[in-house]
């Protein structure tokens, strides 16, 4: 049981170039998440999605985008890489436990450098 | 708008002492409030978590201490350890919906020897 999985671990990119974020699960979730970690502003969520075919929109989904491919897999992709996207990207899972569990489950980032 | 809010920024502490990390929060209708701890080049992962139904909540040597009226809630750690040294995060959710977290900028403790 691997969890979250991230690939790759690190990168680096050029401006205006476009990469994909892979994230792989093997806990059965439903809900699926990409965040985006900068220094002093905590974790924000980009896109998410609660169930495989379905994705909406987070705090920051601009200049990205996402493919739920299956129940397991949850892609993020820079179109055109700007500096400003220069971070550390979390994929998480959600644990779907009774009512009330919004545990998640977090891979171990992807550092990603735009020059 | 900053909707959870937390505080101090950075906390140090000796070793045996107890670590208190707060966090305020805006929307009355959150009911879920966790707090998720992460090391260096690791991914966060869940220390421990309360509902609004209940006022302390403890783990081991981790409380949580919820006060509902005052909107606010905190993280105690009794006993830190160096071993305890990391990036701690608040967060808060609200039902019905897809239990989206929204968190707190994060603190880093460091816990000295």
């Known amino acids: 049981n691997a969890g979250v999985t991230q690939t790759p671990k690190f990168q680096v990119l050029k401006t205006g170039q476009s990469m994909t974020l892979q994230c792989a699960q093997d806990m059965n979730h439903n809900s699926m998440y990409w965040y985006r970690q900068d220094p002093g502003m905590g974790l924000r969520l980009i896109y998410y999605s609660a169930s495989e075919g379905t994705t909406d929109k987070g705090e920051v989904p601009n200049g990205y985008n996402v493919s739920r491919l299956n129940k397991r897999e949850f892609s993020l992709r820079l179109e055109s890489a700007a500096p400003s996207q220069t971070s550390v990207y979390f994929c998480?899972?959600?644990?779907?436990?009774?009512?009330?569990?919004?545990?998640?489950?977090f891979g171990p980032g992807t550092r990603l450098t735009v020059t | 708008q900053q909707q959870v809010k937390q505080s101090p920024q950075s906390l140090i502490v000796q070793k045996g002492g107890i670590s208190i990390i707060n966090c305020a929060y805006e929307n009355t209708a959150f009911d879920y409030f966790p707090w998720y701890q992460q090391f260096p080049g690791k991914g966060p992962a869940l220390l421990i978590a309360?509902?609004?139904?209940?006022s302390e909540k403890k783990e081991g040597r981790f409380t949580i201490s919820f006060n509902k009226s005052a909107k606010q809630f905190s993280l105690h750690i009794m006993d830190s350890q160096p071993g305890d040294s990391a990036t701690y995060f608040c967060?808060?959710?609200?039902?019905?919906?897809?239990?989206?977290?929204?968190f707190g900028k994060g603190i880093t403790l460091s816990v000295r020897p």
């Open positions: 998480a899972s959600r644990e779907d436990r009774g009512t009330f569990s919004y545990e998640q489950y």
């Open positions: 967060a808060a959710a609200f039902r019905p919906t897809n239990s989206k977290l929204t």
């Open positions: 309360i509902r609004p139904d209940v």
